[in-house]
């Protein structure tokens, strides 16, 4: 039995056209559903007096008897981050200052950021302790064992993604997909599970299904979704997307070529955007946020010298910015180790990367699947459980601990991607592009499978 908790933002990332679609899945697998639009916290407990009168005295001892003292404890805990539950908290705070200040910081740096953006801290602190205590009372009330969500990661989801682990709750969430090798139609997908997963991550059923899959059709896909990248029409590389200055002239691959004349194999670390929520995805890594894992990779890659190594920014960089003096820092570093850096406006992208890489180098982003299935290019990474969109565990060149880590790096002028790697990569690919969501004309249904936990997992395919 499902009791579910749907909360709702102004920021929702499904459009409203598909609002209905994500009820009706809910509906279908719900026996109770309930939501909460958590804009305003004030009017959630409001509503909480109104809505359950017979419960007037529990509720007026939880919110007025035992919330203040619990404020103070629980705000304590948040900024010594010692609990890793709080710890959680914490990083969701973080990460939503982060975001809105551009003021990104190393692991030892957070106690003086904390005092910093002390305000700040103390209240996006409050208003997350007051929301968790709703939802809290909520599920007591209601035995909600379920909720639902516009991610998982940031402020403050992050947070709650916890909570619900803790709590042993199911989580949904959904995403919706443009694919122009189909007439740029649309594709929409949801998932529920206990795990903090991304919708269009595979199963074990996937895998199974996937090995059936001919090397003719594997091939036929992977052509239709590279000849979207060749001519940057995925939303992934796409100028319309991205809204580049229309006035530059782009360098090209020939222009960097031209430096490379050595012999040398290239390598191609990719930058994550540093502000996009990153605490929650490497919760179980030895970093906090993509800063520290760039910091790393800069002085890993220093002791390579058999590699040409080139540090390329995020397409979407610019609408994700960090303060002047945090960007003019890291591409010092970058300079100083006669690193070649490759600003965002120069549009330099999956073709043109492909033209010289040898070996990519990224946190744990979807180029991991993407260049071993479009181009035959191995990718180093690191481990991720949580918020991804790709099993990163079958896959190789993952690292799973900072010495296998600094081993590949080191090691990158020698690894080759086999056939099996190859064909691997395209599955997921595939799965990800072409197999999982479906048609959002169509109606939801609901189909019920396994995780690699043995647990139960809800979809909408």
Not at 427 to 455: A, T, W
Request: proline share 3%.
């Amino acid at each position: 039995m499902i009791n579910l908790l749907q909360l709702t933002a102004k920021t929702d990332c499904l459009e409203q056209k598909y609002a209905q679609k994500l009820n009706v899945f809910l509906s279908k697998i719900s026996n109770k559903k309930f939501t909460l639009n958590i804009n305003n916290i004030f009017l959630l407990y409001v509503n909480l007096l109104i809505n359950y009168p017979h419960r007037f005295l529990f509720l007026i001892k939880q919110l007025f008897g035992k919330l203040p003292i619990q404020i103070l404890i629980k705000i304590y805990k948040i900024y010594k981050g010692k609990d890793k539950y709080y710890s959680s908290f914490q990083d969701s705070i973080i990460d939503g200052i982060e975001r809105k200040t551009g003021d990104i910081r190393l692991a030892a740096e957070i106690r003086e950021f904390l005092n910093q953006y002390i305000i700040e801290f103390l209240l996006r602190s409050i208003n997350l302790i007051l929301l968790i205590e709703i939802i809290d009372i909520y599920r007591e009330l209601e035995a909600i064992n379920a909720m639902c969500f516009e991610q998982h990661d940031g402020y403050p989801f992050g947070a709650i993604s916890s909570y619900c682990q803790k709590k042993k709750m199911y989580v949904c969430t959904g995403s919706m997909q443009i694919k122009p090798f189909e007439n740029y139609s649309e594709n929409l997908s949801f998932i529920m599970s206990r795990s903090i997963v991304l919708d269009r991550i595979v199963l074990p059923k996937d895998l199974r299904e996937l090995k059936n899959i001919s090397d003719y059709n594997l091939n036929k896909n992977i052509n239709l979704i590279k000849k979207d990248f060749t001519l940057k029409r995925d939303p992934i590389c796409s100028p319309e997307f991205i809204k580049y200055d229309q006035k530059y002239v782009p360098k090209d691959s020939s222009y960097y070529s031209k430096q490379l004349k050595n012999g040398k194999k290239n390598g191609l670390v990719l930058i994550h955007l540093l502000t996009d929520i990153a605490r929650k995805r490497n919760e179980d890594l030895w970093f906090k946020n993509y800063l520290e894992w760039l910091y790393e990779t800069i002085k890993f890659c220093s002791k390579n010298k058999n590699i040409n190594w080139i540090f390329k920014a995020h397409p979407q960089e610019p609408n994700y910015p960090i303060m002047k003096k945090h960007a003019e820092r890291i591409k010092r570093k970058i300079r100083q180790n006669k690193f070649i850096y490759i600003k965002s406006k120069e549009q330099f992208l999956h073709e043109e990367v492909s033209k010289i890489a040898s070996v990519i180098v990224t946190c744990h982003g979807t180029c991991k699947i993407e260049y071993p299935a479009l181009y035959n290019i191995p990718v180093i990474s690191c481990t991720g459980h949580k918020c991804l969109s790709y099993y990163s565990d079958a896959l190789p060149f993952t690292a799973k601990s900072q010495i296998e880590y600094k081993n590949l790096i080191l090691k990158a002028h020698e690894i080759k991607l086999s056939q099996m790697d190859i064909r691997r990569a395209k599955e997921l690919f595939v799965f990800n592009k072409v197999s999982s969501g479906r048609d959002p004309r169509e109606e939801p249904k609901v189909k019920i499978h396994l995780d690699f936990n043995n647990e139960k997992v809800f979809r909408n395919y």
